[in-house]
């Protein structure tokens, strides 16, 4: 082999070549070790907080007697919002999907991409500001009307600073994202399931009740656990709507507490102890959402695999 | 005219017997309107009770008037269409609602002399208790606000967008689908569903134990926007490498163009357009962050033009801490004032991004056809 010019210039080609490859693959591996820092460096900086003996921990109870009633209100604040924002995603989603003058469609779509876009901080003000004070009468109402339930035992909160306004924001806020990802599963939806069904004379309800519901199933479930790790890790809406406390099962009174609300409030001031305290709480957060949202990408990728769809 | 033999009591033919009139739901929904201003009249009116009980009423009566013309499966029909309908106009609502909040308590703020070009330096409650009080103009902007914000997004745009458009042509071209591929793919959905909060603890951490504790900059924020902004990115510029015709790489090729050259001078420059609007995208969604820049990078009161010292303000946690923590504990209007100034601002640089990310989508995209 001789060096001519043309296999020189080959030779800053391949070097090109191998740095340009190298880089992308560098830039992947980035994101798998920043993933790893991220556990690892949250787990280093909890450990203090887990070894630490029980009286020193906020509350004097131990690590897990104060995360304990934090869980318990995260979840509960997911829930107000899931069951508000789920019958009403798939609603919009239909809507767009199915319901809406084609034309009319992609503005309409782009319209609640919008409440997407809108920062957390913006709603929490909004919620803190306009509907606590708006609802607030609803929850003396309930409080006299619906008392006996444990869920609105009065009496209620007089600034409507309460859980279940938290859960109402954060339902606006996991919306856009039920909506959107439902409106592409309905949208996937066989055509030739629907006109099946629309030929034997079903009405447009009841082809969308044996066609598209029944095939969209799974992605539905999916798309509900993903808002779900959206709403459990929501940290404003809560900060700036909840006037937090100790745990109770009144859903219209001031009390409990989120996880990220909870960080956010004392972390900017916290030293020591409490910083390892709230990093291990945020820990805590992070493998709750986690195994949401890998149930919710496992539930995906099995319909994928079976529906024929891709 | 003439009139006929045998008079016709309904023009209807028995094609369409049996179904209510084109005008129906017209007719109902100015009954519903009429009896809703009737109801509410008596219990005392407001509109967003009259839009409510209208609605409530118009359902009703479409629908029994369906199940008593065209039985009940047009009936389901009806109400399904009615639940529908009604679940998008009650989506809207917070979306108007919170627009029309910022607007109105906004606007003040904004048009306060000095809001985008003052900082909160100085500005300590004895004024705020004189803006109230005496009725002296409120004082005090956003103008830290502002240069935070700018500059810890622009830094973790620019961390970000090299690591997620590399990480996404190493998936597209390099990745081949293979394990290491298929690993990233998973840990980047997995990137996607970290509450920003968890982001921001991690940044924290890791420069409490790298650098030391308590390091709160304005550079650890853009650290903890840029693992929130990197997965957006990823995900964005591998859709739109994967769309990439094929054929054009084959090309390439075939004219003895290297493979990088054909990703840089061929594949990227194709799929330009939609790269640039998913990253304008993420910036969009970064830039309302709150959480992760409250525990990174303090607050500050005072222009801080150095990201990688010192405190440091940004627009979502100058709304935040104005809100809680008001200047003034005794009069908090001032510095609420100053809040919904920042939301407005806040919304209008969101809805800006949002919008110019749809136009770069169209005005680079490439041309197809002739």
């Known amino acids: ?310 | 005219m003439s009139s006929t033999l045998t008079p016709v009591r309904s023009k209807r033919s028995a094609l369409t017997k049996g179904q209510l009139p084109a005008f129906a739901p017209y007719v109902v929904l100015a009954a519903a309107l009429i009896i809703g201003a009737a109801i509410l009249a008596l219990i005392g009116f407001n509109t967003f009770g009259w839009g409510i009980v209208s609605a409530l009423l118009f359902a009703v009566g479409l629908v029994s008037w369906s199940a008593m013309v065209e039985g009940s499966r047009k009936a389901k029909d009806k109400l399904a269409t009615c639940l529908v309908v009604g679940s998008f106009l009650i989506a809207l609502l917070p979306l108007i609602s919170v627009i029309w909040t910022v607007l109105v308590n906004g606007l003040p703020g904004l048009i306060a002399p000095g809001f985008l070009t003052n900082s909160m330096n100085g500005v300590t409650g004895v004024y705020d208790n004189k803006a109230v009080e005496e009725g002296a103009p409120v004082i005090g902007g956003i103008y830290h606000a502002l240069i935070g914000t700018i500059q810890m997004t622009v830094l973790a745009t620019i961390i970000s967008v090299p690591v997620g458009l590399l990480t996404a042509i190493y998936l597209v071209e390099y990745g081949n689908d293979g394990r290491l591929a298929r690993a990233i793919t998973f840990f980047v959905d997995v990137m996607t569903g970290i509450p920003s909060i968890v982001a921001g603890l991690f940044a924290a951490a890791f420069f409490f134990a790298v650098v030391g504790p308590g390091t709160k900059t304005g550079a650890v924020a853009a650290v903890a926007l840029s693992v929130l902004m990197i997965p957006v990115v990823v995900r964005s510029s591998e859709e739109m490498l994967k769309i990439v015709p094929n054929e054009l790489r084959e090309a390439a090729y075939a004219l003895g163009v290297r493979k990088w050259r054909t990703i840089v001078k061929v594949v990227i420059p194709t799929a330009i357009s939609g790269i640039a609007s998913g990253v304008t995208l993420a910036i969009a969604r970064v830039i309302g962050e709150t959480a992760p820049i409250l525990v990174t990078a303090g607050f500050a009161t005072s222009i801080n033009n150095n990201v990688f010292g010192g405190w440091m303000a940004s627009l979502p946690t100058f709304i935040y801490t104005q809100i809680l923590n008001p200047t003034s504990p005794a009069n908090p209007d001032p510095s609420s004032q100053r809040a919904w100034g920042a939301a407005l601002v806040l919304i209008i640089l969101v809805m800006i991004l949002n919008l110019g990310a749809r136009l770069i989508a169209r005005i680079f995209a490439p041309k197809t056809g002739r």
Request: aromatic share 8%; proline share 5%; hydrophobic share 55%.
């Open chain 1, 1 to 310: 082999m001789t060096a001519t010019p043309l296999s020189s210039s080959q030779g800053a080609g391949r070097a090109g070549d191998k740095i340009f490859s190298g880089a992308a693959l560098a830039a992947g591996c980035l994101i798998l070790a920043v993933l790893f820092g991220v556990a690892l460096f949250l787990v280093v900086q909890a450990i203090p907080a887990l070894t630490a003996p029980a009286a020193e921990i906020q509350g004097g109870a131990g690590f897990f007697a104060y995360i304990w009633p934090i869980v318990i209100g995260t979840l509960i604040a997911a829930v107000i919002a899931l069951v508000i924002a789920t019958p009403v995603a798939i609603g919009v989603a239909l809507f767009i999907s199915h319901f809406a003058p084609r034309g009319l469609a992609n503005g309409l779509g782009y319209v609640v991409d919008l409440l997407a876009a809108i920062p957390s901080v913006i709603y929490g003000a909004w919620g803190a500001a306009f509907l606590a004070k708006e609802i607030s009468p609803a929850y003396n109402w309930l409080a006299e009307n619906m008392g006996w339930l444990p869920i609105f035992q009065g009496p209620a909160s007089a600034t409507g600073k309460t859980i279940l306004t938290a859960g109402i924001v954060l339902s606006v806020m996991v919306l856009p994202i039920i909506t959107s990802l439902t409106r592409e599963i309905f949208l996937q939806t066989p055509k030739l399931h629907e006109e099946a069904a629309l030929a034997l004379g079903a009405t447009r309800w009841e082809m969308i009740r044996m066609s598209v519901l029944p095939f969209a199933r799974p992605g539905i479930i999916s798309a509900v656990m993903l808002g779900l790790g959206r709403a459990l890790g929501e940290t404003m809406a809560v900060a700036l709507v909840l006037s937090s406390g100790a745990l109770t099962a009144s859903l219209i009174t001031s009390g409990n507490q989120t996880i990220a609300a909870e960080i956010a409030l004392n972390f900017p001031e916290a030293s020591g102890l409490k910083v390892s305290t709230l990093i291990a709480a945020g820990l805590v957060l992070f493998l709750i959402t986690l195994a949401v949202n890998m149930i919710a990408r496992w539930i995906i990728s099995r319909h994928k695999e079976f529906s024929g769809a891709n």
